[in-house]
């Protein structure tokens, strides 16, 4: 995970840092990020920016779903995070994104 240095400003995680056509992201491309992000404001901004990309799918109709985008985001983190980390790494993140 990336740590922040003492009086080094915190640059955000980029989502989409490939600026890849939304209709062809994948779970890795859109979750695997989330992966390495260490910091409080980090994890809620790029969790925002995961809950807008999923509203569009939703709202644009290519996503069909009876849940709202928050609760797809939140499964879908739990999950990506549930099966690349372990122990207190995986807590850890879970906990930076209210997870738990």
Not at 59 to 85: G, Q
Request: some cysteine.
């Amino acid at each position: 995970m990336k740590k922040k240095q003492k009086n080094q400003k915190l640059q955000f995680s980029i989502f989409n840092s490939e600026n890849k056509k939304e209709s062809e992201l994948t779970y890795d491309d859109i979750y695997k990020p989330a992966l390495s992000i260490s910091d409080k404001k980090d994890a809620k901004q790029y969790f925002n920016k995961c809950v807008e990309f999923v509203q569009r799918s939703i709202d644009n109709k290519e996503f069909k779903t009876a849940e709202t985008a928050e609760y797809v985001v939140i499964r879908n983190l739990k999950w990506f995070i549930n099966s690349h980390k372990e122990g207190q790494e995986k807590e850890e993140l879970k906990k930076l994104f209210n997870l738990i």
